[in-house]
């Protein structure tokens, strides 16, 4: 059963031409890393809610998403607000600081994903980002430590 993605492909397309240099990039490596991104903004909502129901809270915050609520995102604030709220209860509220901090994290996130993706096209001697380096990415990821473990 395929996802609904309810993000732009548009936005998510900049961001890893933003990262490509000169690469293309195919359609299916924007719409897998947008699949990817709203995977990882639903878990990130999913764990905030945990925190903001620890603290008795039913409204997310910027800090329940580790956020330092920086506003400049490519990203759009609507598509990632329902994100958010793909696997949280209803009864949650998600704050506009928090969407904003969302939409940085993702973006922070996707741009890790394209540079990757990018250094895996070259290696392959391609022109082009395609959905396999994508997937390379993630296949590759749990041997290496993320910017926040590091």
């Known amino acids: 059963m395929a996802m609904s993605v309810e993000l732009p492909f548009a936005p998510v397309d900049a961001i890893i031409r933003r990262h490509a240099g000169s690469l293309r990039v195919s359609s299916e490596a924007t719409e897998e890393l947008a699949r990817r991104i709203q995977r990882q903004g639903a878990r990130l909502a999913s764990e905030a809610a945990d925190r903001a129901t620890d603290d008795d809270r039913k409204t997310l915050r910027v800090a329940d998403f580790d956020g330092d609520g920086s506003t400049d995102s490519e990203l759009p604030i609507a598509p990632v607000d329902r994100i958010a709220r793909l696997d949280i ?12 901090a969302l939409a940085g994290i993702l973006e922070r996130y996707a741009g890790r994903v394209a540079s990757a993706a990018a250094v895996l096209a070259r290696h392959a001697d391609r022109r082009t980002i395609t959905l396999a380096d994508v997937e390379a990415y993630f296949e590759l990821e749990p041997y290496y430590p993320t910017e926040e473990a590091s």
């Open 89 to 100: 209860d209803e009864r949650y509220r998600v704050s506009m600081d928090a969407r904003v």
